[in-house]
């Protein structure tokens, strides 16, 4: 045996935020993969921040298929109950938006929800296998609430069922609380809370009749609490103890803090065993937020001339642990590497197959990128490394064309950055230079050759040619 051939398959190795560790995956079933990720509440659009953690949840499942497990993946869709805080206060998002745009809740979640799909298959980010609205489980979480009622875990206040954190052991295990150090009021607002970390599993309405979302249970008429809604979509899919869960960092020391605390209060035993976190996508230094503003969203950045893959092409440049400092410069950059790494595969593809050369030498070093790949993505999903990897495959000078075709299309499995769809450089035209063409296309219908003329100038400024055509003209960049 030769000493490539006895090389080891890389595991796969995953950073846990439970654990603070790499560790190798072991899923509970041999081959099976349980993995739950907390979706989007759909009361507005998206924006790129938002998509980067689903990108980095994309990367995780093509990476646990590639390495041949059966993967189950739920997302849900929080259409109900998520307040403007996260302390259990202020007005339910869904509510406020349909207020604010004149419409019904369910319209509000069902719009959003098909915009935010729309942008995952722009994305190439494949489907969850489950999708679950958080309205069409409030049985399920009514059920849960009763389960913690029984085993004692809550109180009841004027507006809600609240859960006694003090009563679960390991509260604050995974963002590492230091639960004494946390003064009443600083977190949250006390009210009548017992512990500033109590939240709220199931909320009263404040006047029964005005909102468009409530359901009568506990007596009252009342809707689910957030944290609620993904222990029991997750638990209903996927069981009681499954493989892994994930979502941004910024979910950490509420959200999943507060999910973790009701589950396993509810079954009395471990419920996750990988929790995984992305970091935020900033701007100009700091967190993207919706809050603020200035966020732009896939649309809008096809808007602008980029296609949504160049923009996974850049989520895939950093670590998903590392935050990503996005800047239009840095997109631009992404889709000119991108077009480039397109059109060396439509290059390369002209020769696959016509010319293969099955040397053993060449068999050799293809096994032996093989396993390259395998270590840097298998090494908690290093795509940065995957990426360097790709260029220097491209670029090397041993392997035939017809091979280099072939590594890139398998390891495009991973990076999903659509590299088998053989179109050429796609031109997407920014809604500006659009515009300009339309105007010249009216001036010369009005035979105004010298205001067309201008505008021609106009847009050879701008970067992009235009040719006359029967009826019409066609755009290319300059
Ligand atoms: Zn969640």
């Known amino acids: 045996m030769n000493k490539k051939e006895a090389r080891e398959i890389p595991k796969l190795k995953l950073f846990n935020t439970l654990t603070r560790k790499k560790e190798v995956f072991k899923p509970i079933k041999k081959n099976d993969v349980g993995i739950y990720t907390c979706g989007p509440t759909v009361y507005f659009y998206q924006h790129i921040g938002n998509m980067r953690c689903y990108l ?24 109900v109950g998520h307040l403007t805080s996260d302390a259990d206060e202020g007005e339910d998002k869904i509510e406020k938006a349909a207020k604010k745009e004149g419409k019904k809740a369910e319209d509000i979640a069902e719009y959003y929800a098909g915009v935010f799909f729309d942008d995952v298959k722009k994305l190439n980010i494949i489907m969850p296998d489950v999708i679950c609205k958080a309205t069409d489980h ?11 009622i029984k085993k ?8 809600g069922i609240y859960f006694d954190t003090s009563k679960f052991k390991d509260y604050g295990k995974l963002a590492k609380l230091n639960i004494e150090g946390l003064e009443a009021g600083i977190r949250t607002e006390m009210r009548e809370k017992r512990n500033p970390t109590d939240f709220a599993l199931w909320k009263f309405s404040e006047k029964p009749g005005l909102r468009q979302q409530e359901w009568s249970a506990f007596m009252k008429m009342g809707f689910p609490g ?11 899919y996927l069981g009681e103890h499954f493989d892994i869960h994930c979502g941004g960092i910024d979910h950490i020391s509420v959200h999943h803090t507060n999910e973790i605390a009701q589950s396993e209060s509810a079954t009395g035993k471990k ?3 990988y929790w995984l976190h992305s970091n935020f996508l900033t701007f100009k230094g700091s967190k993207i937020s919706k809050s603020k503003g200035g966020l732009y969203t896939i649309s809008e950045l096809e808007k602008i001339g980029f296609e949504p893959l160049a923009f996974r092409y850049l989520c895939l440049t950093a670590h998903y642990r590392s935050e990503l400092n996005f800047s239009l410069e840095d997109l631009k950059a992404s889709q000119k590497t991108y077009n480039n790494l397109k059109n060396k595969i439509i290059e390369f593809r002209k020769h696959f ?19 390259e790949f395998l270590e840097v993505i298998n090494d908690n999903l290093n795509t940065p490394k995957a990426l360097a990897l790709v260029w220097d495959i491209i670029k090397d000078k041993n392997l035939s064309e017809s091979e280099k075709y072939e590594l ?3 390891f495009d499995d991973v990076l999903g950055l659509d590299l088998a769809s053989f179109e050429k450089e796609k ?13 010249r296309l009216k001036s010369r219908k009005e035979k105004n050759f010298k205001k067309s003329d201008e505008l021609r100038v106009k847009l050879n400024k701008l970067g992009w040619k235009i040719d006359d055509v029967k009826d019409g003209y066609e755009l290319s960049k300059v």
Request: hydrophobic residues 35%; proline residues 2%; glycine residues 2%.
């Open 56 to 79: 980095f949840e994309d990367i995780l499942i093509r990476t646990l298929k590639f390495n041949g497990f059966n993967v189950k993946r739920v997302m849900n869709i929080t259409d």
């Open 138 to 148: 409030i049985p399920e979480m009514i059920e849960l609430v009763e389960k913690l």
């Open 152 to 159: 004692g875990y809550t109180y009841e206040t004027d507006d």
């Open 226 to 236: 957030w944290h609620i809604e993904c222990s029991a979509m997750s638990m209903k």
């Open 271 to 273: 419920w996750v065993n």
């Open 353 to 371: 197959k016509t010319e293969r050369i099955d040397s053993d030498e060449n068999k050799e070093k293809t096994e032996e990128y093989r396993i």
């Open 408 to 410: 890139l299309i398998e």
């Open 427 to 439: 031109i997407v035209v920014p809604s500006e230079i659009k515009k300009i063409a339309e105007e």
